[in-house]
């Protein structure tokens, strides 16, 4: 027999809800059956590593790769060093401009 934990009322083992106040009730471990083993597989920490999200900074080319290699087993990590590889593209493309603009408007400025 178990008791409601709500109102106190005795109820028959088998019983899931308490029949006096509708209670779910709780099952001790002891009297759940044997031979019923929950098993939960270990969680694989998903972290991205500094040095590969730095490598991929600095080429975007690694970013992409490791993206490829991680995105089924490690999404979090994969999105993280895509994310930097596709931030060093629009640094470089920046770059790239800015370093072309300058002497367009050096050229301007002085005529």
Not at 17 to 22: D, I, W
Not at 81 to 89: A, E, H, P, R
Request: with cysteine.
């Amino acid at each position: 027999m178990i008791y409601c934990q709500n109102c106190g009322n005795q109820c028959a083992d088998h019983t899931r809800f308490c029949p006096v106040c509708g209670a779910p009730l709780q099952i001790s471990t002891s009297q759940q059956p044997n031979g019923v083993y929950y098993y939960q597989q270990p969680v694989q920490e998903d972290k991205p590593e500094t040095a590969l999200c730095v490598l991929s900074f600095f080429f975007w080319i690694v970013g992409v790769v490791l993206y490829a290699v991680n995105v089924s087993t490690k999404p979090v990590s994969a999105r993280a060093y895509l994310k930097w590889g596709l931030i060093s593209v629009a640094v470089n493309v920046g770059l790239s401009l800015l370093v072309m603009l300058i002497p367009l408007l050096l050229a301007v400025s002085s005529a």
